[in-house]
């Protein structure tokens, strides 16, 4: 099983949808989690960090559910401009601080 | 303005050449990061370093080699020992542990 799994996508959905996606990771002890955009051939940058009790930012949702081991990324309102690939990051705490990388999801928001 | 910049940006080399990406930060991270990123694939850790003058192997090391000699720079040198070194590769700073990365623009690496 890998560190840290996301669904690939792509999930196509049509302007205003509300999406979810999903992040699972098998470190129990993790200690931080992020959600970051990266736009196609370019640098990742950083969306939310995920905080225990869940955080929002404008129409963006993330939640942590520490018991199932996984975090979530809710885009209400879907705009244009969010199609991207949405990476989720966890530190896993293997040999000090390192940052594990999901796979990425890929979001197209179609007219 | 801090950030952290990558160069070049692009940059092409013949097989069997060694060659060095550039990364200088000044945000005055302890922490400095090195990945790969293959097309469609996910971010895979090639070195790390938590202080100046030390420096551990990520999950895919081989073929490549780092040092730390200031607290701003960390170049990332591509040996010929690299069997497919062609990728987008990404510089990121930390400020602390469990905070977020901070990315340079990254380098796109072509090797024929």
């Known amino acids: 099983r890998k560190e840290v799994e996301q669904d690939p996508g792509p999930f196509n959905v049509p302007e205003g949808a509300t999406v979810a996606f999903n992040c699972t990771y098998s470190n129990s002890a993790s200690q931080s989690f992020f959600w970051y955009r990266q736009d196609c051939r370019k640098e990742p940058k950083l969306l939310m960090s995920v905080y225990s009790s869940g955080n929002e930012d404008g129409r963006f949702t993330a939640q942590l559910n520490r018991a199932s081991q996984y975090i979530s990324l809710l885009i209400r309102d879907s705009k244009l401009s969010d199609s991207a690939t949405y990476l989720c990051v966890v530190n896993t705490g293997n040999a000090g601080n390192m940052l594990t990388f999901g796979g990425g999801t890929r979001l197209m928001v179609k007219p | 303005d801090g950030g952290i910049t990558q160069s070049p940006k692009y940059l092409f080399r013949k097989e069997g050449q060694n060659v060095t990406l550039s990364c200088e930060q000044n945000?005055?991270?302890?922490?400095m990061y090195w990945y790969r990123q293959d097309p469609g694939q996910g971010l895979r850790l090639i070195y790390y370093?938590?202080?100046?003058?030390?420096?551990q192997k990520g999950d895919i090391a081989e073929g490549y080699s780092v040092s730390r000699e200031k607290k701003e720079s960390f170049p990332l040198t591509v040996t010929s020992a690299q069997k497919n070194p062609t990728a987008f590769y990404l510089c990121?700073?930390?400020?602390?542990?469990?905070?977020?990365?901070?990315f340079g623009n990254g380098t796109r690496l072509t090797v024929t």
């Open positions: 990121a700073s930390q400020r602390a542990n469990n905070s977020p990365l901070h």
């Open positions: 370093s938590q202080i100046v003058n030390d420096f």
């Open positions: 945000l005055n991270h302890d922490a």
